[in-house]
Antibody, heavy 119, light 108 residues
Framework: EVQLVQSGAEVKKPGESLKISCKGS????????IGWVRQMPGKGLEWMGI????????RYSPSFQGQVTISADKSISTAYLQWSSLKASDTAMYYC????????????WGQGTLVTVSS | SYELTQPPSVSVSPGQTARITCSGD??????AYWYQQKPGQAPVLVIY???ERPSGIPERFSGSSSGTTVTLTISGVQAEDEADYYC???????????FGGGTKLTVL
């Protein structure tokens, strides 16, 4: 069974750094792209970027380029999303997603990680 | 930047047919996908490649495409179908993913 299991909720202060994780299991982790999707409170879905764990090829949405860093450690089948300096506007639910085979869609979703940034 | 446009809300009575549209200039060239999100849950893929249904998704969910508009149709709507629905596609270059703004389906 394919599973994406994300790290737990975080509460941070503005200016702090953060790295959240997404562990894949039940499939070949290095053979599928893993992406991240943001959902701000009460709002819609926003694609942030995606990484191919096999070779670490990474693409970012223009809206998130330079704002976050996506990485992966294939030895432990885990993808990461990190911030170097959080802002209150980063408060949101973050989902990791697996890209479907051959097409640009997301067939499996993690349970989500809620990030709250507040002073 | 490329956008996909959905109606903010659609309301139907149980047993009726709900149709949710999604418009975008690149849709004639790029497949569309649909996700269902219930409150407090992660989204679930309900339609891929315009009209294909993943295993486990009820047959009452179907998708179609015509020009710059794709449509998610839910036949014989049930109370459990009340949710937010998002279309998703890629820009004309196929480089960047785009989500529609979402449509809240209310079952009266």
């Amino acid at each position: 069974e394919v599973q994406l299991v994300q790290s737990g909720a975080e509460v941070k202060k503005p200016g702090e750094s953060l790295k959240i994780s997404c562990k894949g299991s039940g499939y070949s982790f290095t053979s599928y792209w893993i992406g991240w999707v943001r959902q701000m409170p009460g709002k819609g879905l926003e694609w942030m970027g995606i990484i191919y764990p096999g070779d670490s090829d990474t693409r970012y949405s223009p809206s998130f380029q330079g704002q976050v860093t996506i990485s992966a450690d294939k030895s432990i089948s885990t993808a990461y999303l990190q911030w170097s300096s959080l802002k209150a506007s980063d408060t949101a639910m973050y989902y990791c997603v697996r890209r479907g085979s051959g097409q640009y869609y997301f067939d499996y979703w993690g349970q989500g990680t809620l990030v709250t940034v507040s002073s | 930047s490329y956008e996909l446009t959905q109606p903010p809300s659609v309301s139907v009575s149980p047993g009726q047919t709900a149709r949710i549209t999604c418009s975008g200039d690149a849709l004639p060239k790029q497949y569309a996908y649909w996700y269902q999100q219930k409150p407090g849950q992660a989204p679930v893929l309900v339609i891929y490649k315009d009209s294909e249904r993943p295993s486990g998704i009820p047959e009452r969910f179907s998708g179609s495409s015509s020009g710059t508009t794709v449509t998610l149709t839910i036949s014989g709507v049930q109370a459990e179908d009340e949710a937010d629905y998002y279309c998703q596609s890629a820009d004309s270059s196929g480089t960047h993913v785009v989500f529609g703004g979402g449509t809240k389906l209310t079952v009266l």
